[in-house]
T-cell receptor, first 115, second 113 residues
Framework: DAGVIQSPRHEVTEMGQEVTLRCKPISGHNSLFWYRQTMMRGLELLIYFNNNVPIDDSGMPEDRFSAKMPNASFSTLKIQPSEPRDSAVYFC?????????????FGEGSRLTVL | KQEVTQIPAALSVPEGENLVLNCSFTDSAIYNLQWFRQDPGKGLTSLLLIQSSQREQTSGRLNASLDKSSGRSTLYIAASQPGDSATYLCAVVTQGGSEKLVFGKGTKLTVNP
């Protein structure tokens, strides 16, 4: 299996621009997570989908952030408008949740720099 | 609210040494605990998953133990190698809420040749 695939790997943009990050989970996985990692705060959960439905979005910082999962094989995280404090590495992760909570697998991340 | 702590934040050892990394969590009602490794500039790689009903898991030179009642887990690395240098993170899934992982801040391990 190809693993969790994220794009772009690196994004440099200017403040105020729209940013869209993309994720393809592992085939057959029914839960998908978006995390953000910074030196100061470590790994923070932004949003969690199960069977394409958002279950917990309490970590989404504010209305500038939105996430969608239109089908089982694709998710997006959008920031509009972007701000310098959004600079971080954004990770997507997926797992199988059927009965037991499964092992979580991460993508390589999208490194975002907002100037 | 579940909190996960990893001490020490950084550890440096000579090659060949056996070592233990620690993870503690405040709410013992967990579904499972997972250990990850992160290399610089990379994503997280899953090392071991321990379900709440298990006490330990082993993979090669790695052994993870879980003591739910005391809210602790340890990751034992035998015969450490320079290639083991990375940041090691533990994460728990807590019962009674959304099934999300809560992460510790990690222990940065350096194994010196």
């Amino acid at each position: 299996d190809a693993g969790v695939i994220q794009s772009p790997r690196h994004e440099v943009t200017e403040m105020g621009q729209e940013v869209t990050l993309r994720c393809k989970p592992i085939s057959g996985h029914n839960s998908l997570f978006w995390y953000r990692q910074t030196m100061m705060r470590g790994l923070e959960l932004l949003i969690y989908f199960n069977n394409n439905v958002p279950i917990d979005d309490s970590g989404m910082p504010e209305d500038r952030f939105s996430a969608k999962m239109p089908n089982a094989s694709f998710s997006t995280l959008k920031i509009q408008p972007s701000e310098p404090r959004d600079s971080a590495v954004y990770f997507c992760a997926s797992r199988v949740d059927r009965g037991n909570t499964g092992e979580l697998f991460f993508g390589e991340g999208s490194r975002l720099t907002v100037l | 609210k579940q909190e996960v702590t990893q001490i020490p934040a950084a550890l440096s050892v000579p090659e060949g040494e056996n070592l233990v990394l620690n993870c503690s969590f405040t709410d013992s009602a967990i579904y499972n605990l997972q250990w990850f490794r992160q290399d610089p500039g990379k994503g997280l790689t899953s090392l071991l998953l321990i379900q709440s009903s298990q006490r330990e898991q082993t993979s090669g030179r790695l052994n993870a133990s879980l003591d739910k009642s005391s809210g602790r887990s340890t990751l034992y690395i035998a015969a450490s190698q320079p290639g083991d240098s990375a940041t090691y993170l533990c994460a728990v899934v807590t019962q009674g809420g959304s099934e999300k992982l809560v992460f510790g801040k990690g222990t940065k391990l350096t194994v010196n040749p």
